[in-house]
């Protein structure tokens, strides 16, 4: 077959007339909107509607088929796809436009990671919060005696403050821990204080109602109001069961890994204890602002000044630390600030409304 200028619009093919098993060469090009088809030296011309592209998923050659039963057969799939596309039509089927379409493929790809990646990050901490609320208060208690006998073991040893200094504080924080205590009775909420040179200056609320505050946290407030306010915080997050649910969604996060990888060492990593424990600790910013949220509310009606919790946020951070001793007791392994998150746009809020 010669090969003219304008051969690269030609595509070479085989040409089976539908009848027989005899194929003869053949090749086809567009012409005004028609295919035009020559084979053995006489063309045939097939308007747009007489012409289907066929592509065999699977197989180096695509077909055109056209409406009187025959068929050109041809490696040249790019060739068949672009006659296809000037006779306005690209195969019959959405399938196999898939099938053909590389951009679509990798669409599709980015589509399917896409809503994976929702699905973990809404999906997962939605259900988690059904799971948590459906789950009997004294499991969750039961968690929480044994995260807080874990962490006596681990990270914390007996309060080094006074008998007297630890009654003192326990005095000052009664009448608000017995506001919250008959508001929500369904959680044993009790005050604890350990020394933790791990944990620096911190506080945190375990599930079921146990609030841990450091001595380091305590000698950085200033006053008592300021412990109430990180306290009332901390309720915030018991009375929400955000460790629960945190819980509850790093066993589903594990199910989904060992699901999608088949990699039961994620499991056994996760089931470690201590990420797993440190994790559960460890809000995100929605939990965050609903515990602010209780904080705000409670110190309203105790008529405490909502700055109080926004100074002793800006004492923990060792950044914004006037002195050194202040940065050596905010700074901790486990610092309340990478467990509690704070954004400017928090501290404001309990700075605007004081
Ligand atoms: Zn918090």
């Keep these: 077959m010669s090969v003219s200028p304008s051969s690269e619009q030609w595509v070479v093919g085989r040409y089976f007339d539908g009848n027989s098993s005899h194929s003869s060469e053949a090749r086809a090009n567009v012409v005004g909107g028609c295919l035009r088809l020559e084979v053995a030296g006489k063309a045939k011309h097939y308007p747009a509607d007489q012409v289907r592209l066929g592509v065999q998923v699977g197989s180096a050659n695509s077909y055109l088929h056209l409406s009187d039963g025959g068929v050109l057969e ?39 990671l896409a809503f994976s990646v929702i699905g973990v990050l809404y999906g997962v901490p939605w259900l988690s919060a059904q799971i948590a609320d459906a789950l009997p208060v004294e499991l969750e208690t039961r968690i929480g005696e044994e995260a807080l006998a874990n962490m006596d073991k681990l990270w914390m040893e007996p309060s080094q403050m006074t008998e007297a200094r630890q009654q003192e504080v326990l005095s000052a924080m009664a009448p608000y821990l017995r506001v919250m205590q008959d508001d929500y009775p369904e959680h044993s909420l009790q005050l604890h204080f350990r020394a933790s040179e791990a944990l620096g200056a911190n506080a945190f609320a375990l599930p079921g109602g146990n609030l841990v505050f450091t001595d380091d946290m305590v000698a950085l407030a200033k006053n008592d109001e300021e412990l109430a306010s990180v306290m009332a915080h901390e309720v915030g997050h018991v009375v929400h069961r955000h460790s629960m649910r945190n819980l509850v969604q790093g066993s589903l996060l594990v199910f989904v890994m060992v699901s999608l990888t088949g990699d039961i060492s994620a499991a056994s990593d996760m089931a470690a204890g201590l990420p797993a424990l440190l994790a559960s600790l460890s809000y995100q910013r929605g939990m965050e602002t609903e515990a602010d949220d209780f904080a705000l509310a409670f110190l309203q009606q105790q008529a405490i000044a909502p700055q109080r919790f926004a100074d002793i946020m800006q004492r923990l951070d060792p950044g914004s630390a006037n002195s050194d001793e202040e940065k050596d007791v ?5 610092s309340f600030l990478s467990t509690h998150p704070p954004t400017p746009e928090r501290i404001e809020r309990f700075q605007t409304l004081d």
């Design 74 to 112: 041809s490696l040249d799939v790019s060739g068949l796809q672009r006659l296809a596309r000037e006779l306005k039509r690209s195969g019959d089927s959405w399938l196999q436009r898939f099938e053909v379409n590389t951009r679509l493929i990798v669409f599709s790809l980015i589509a399917v």
């Design 330 to 334: 905010a700074s901790g392994l486990s």
